[in-house]
């Protein structure tokens, strides 16, 4: 299953202007898809890569595109729920908002840390609810 993910599959959310997907196989599927996505995209060094996850780029594509393949129900298969949830979420949008002007020009490594945290407290507090 092939899902259009990140600020760009949200109406109103600014952009980097790149286009992200998640590829969501079984977990056999896992090391035959990795092998596939491997021979046709770069690798995404600055990403996690394990057993359940692995990240790809192309940075020369129009738009640049980020494609992240997880295993079905691994630790990493949160990206559908997580783009659902800012999606019907209107203050977590604002919140991402205004953490995109805060780290505009800035470090993208700390932008990136700001923003996860902020998405894994919304996650959790979904699931608490």
């Known amino acids: 299953m092939i899902l259009h993910i990140g600020a760009t599959a949200i109406r109103g959310l600014a952009t980097k202007g790149d286009l992200d997907l998640v590829v969501r196989v079984s977990p056999s599927d896992?090391?035959?898809?990795?092998?596939?996505?491997?021979?046709?995209?770069?690798?995404?060094?600055?990403?996690?890569r394990n057993t359940s996850f692995a990240a790809f780029k192309d940075d020369l594509a129009t738009p640049p595109l980020g494609v992240q393949l997880v295993a079905i129900g691994s630790t990493h298969d949160d990206?559908?729920?997580?783009?659902?949830?800012?999606?019907?979420?209107?203050?977590?949008?604002?919140?991402?908002?205004?953490?995109?002007?805060?780290?505009?020009?800035?470090?993208?490594?700390?932008?990136?840390?700001?923003?996860g945290r902020l998405l894994e407290r919304a996650l959790q507090q979904a699931v608490e609810q």
Do not use: E, Q, T
């Not at 896992?30 to 046709?40: K, Q, V, Y």
């Not at 800012?86 to 505009?104: I, M, P």
């Open 30 to 48: 896992f090391p035959a898809a990795d092998r596939a996505l491997a021979a046709l995209f770069d690798r995404n060094l600055g990403s996690d």
């Open 79 to 115: 990206f559908h729920v997580l783009k659902d949830l800012v999606a019907r979420d209107s203050n977590l949008r604002w919140r991402l908002r205004l953490l995109k002007k805060r780290f505009h020009g800035r470090s993208m490594d700390r932008y990136r840390a700001a923003k």
